[in-house]
């Protein structure tokens, strides 16, 4: 990748960034941590490796996005509504009565969900499904999984990475945000991990451990997992809740959180820096 692709990819990230802020700036309240932790990882999915039509959303061969950890649904709608899959306008009907963009993604509502998600665990198996379909099919396309560090507390994660392990099912690249929080306190508190890339591996997965918030690292990996093909392929992202939001990084309340008059502040002050970047650099390339 040269430096004026990984740029434009720096671009999409911000503005990920900024529509997440701004839509739960509008709403009061929302997903914001778990949403802005993976801001680059989407970027990078979609602005470089999926095979996808966001005027054909249904189109039968195309990679797949499962977003286990189905509370982050605001960085996900975010990045759609940059791909063109919908109107801008409507990443501020969030939450809603009869709203298309429910707190967590339903893909009988929104364009270009690929899986209804949210009750933490049961996305690995959708994921694991779609995969073992791909294969069968001998299809070439991927399922790209992301799960939550604090949802690997759900046994039916375990379940599943075992049988994508057993079946060396590299169909489906898994992607862990290892943000160290969930919703009630840091993931050691609360229910330790341990050491999850040593925990992978022990299930049989080819893992990398990388920073999350760094495109460069994330194309490397991907690209480095994909070459693999005798083992399941995990990928464990060294994030911080909140990034890129300095008020509530360090915030145990980060996970979602209302806001205020001061939040308010800090949100617009935000904004204005990812903008200005986007705009010294050029605008954000319409994709």
Known sequence: MNQKELIELKKLTAQIRIDVIKMLKWRRYGHLGGSLSIAELLSVLYGKYMDIDPKNPHKEDRDYLVLSKGHAGPALYA????????????????NEIRTNLPSHPDRLRT?????????????????????YGLRMEKSDKNVYL?????????????????????????EVVVFIDNNKMQLDGTTED??????????????????????GHSEEALIEAIDKAKSVKDKAV???????????????????????PKFDDKVDAEADK??????????????????
């Open 79 to 94: 990045t759609l509504a940059n791909m063109g899959y919908f109107d801008k306008e409507m990443l501020y009907t969030l």
């Open 270 to 287: 935000i904004v204005k820096e990812l903008e200005d970047f986007i705009k010294e650099n050029g605008g954000l390339k319409h994709v």
């Open 234 to 256: 995990a990928i464990v992202l060294d994030t911080v809740k909140a990034k890129g939001f300095p008020y509530f990084e360090e915030n145990i309340g980060n996970h979602s």
């Open 190 to 211: 609360i229910l330790n991990p341990f050491d999850i890339k040593a925990k992978m591996e022990a299930f049989g997965f080819y893992t990398q451990e990388v920073d």
């Open 146 to 170: 992301i799960v939550g560090d604090g949802e690997l507390n759900e046994g039916q994660v375990w379940e599943a990475f075992q049988f994508i392990a057993h079946h060396k099912l590299n």
């Open 111 to 131: 364009p270009g969900i690929d899986a209804t998600t949210g009750s933490l665990g049961q996305g690995t198996s959708v994921a694991t499904g779609l995969a």
